[in-house]
């Protein structure tokens, strides 16, 4: 491989047993009549359209000096594209926060997260590993961006 090839690197550990949920769990809901439960709500950020449910983490995110790229809730099984619904995510872009964020991250949320990093772009792709999770996904880096803040002393004043 050549080195300046863009490479993913896994840093969950999920066990063999839950990636075979969810692979079940994918097969399911691509065949399951996807009706919409609550209408997207989204709110300027930034500049940037995302997704209300991750507006109040991308903030503490940003308090504590970590930059994020994209986001997605994926909330609304009819969003667009559809496979945003498939389950929430946020990119990070890479640097030592991030870096100390994604690994207290994983050992909060453990199993219910997907960890990559991009080693081309030095992006972190965080995201839910349980299709359908999305919700519990928002409330958990909501939950994790507030406590790395509070843990690192970072200023939260709003």
Known sequence: ?????????????????????????????????????????????????????????LILLQRAGVRTEFSCAGVSPLDEPIDHSLYAYVTLIQNDAADQFVTYALSQMRNRLLATLETGTGRYDLSSFFIGHNRSFCWWIQYCAAHFTDRNDYSVAT
């Open 1 to 57: 491989m050549d080195l300046n090839e863009e490479q993913e690197v896994l840093l969950s550990q999920q066990p063999a047993h839950l990636w075979r949920r969810r692979k079940l769990e994918l097969m399911h809901w691509t065949e399951r009549d996807k009706q919409t439960v609550a209408a997207k709500r989204t709110k300027i950020w930034n500049g940037v359209e995302v997704d209300a449910e991750l507006v109040d983490a």
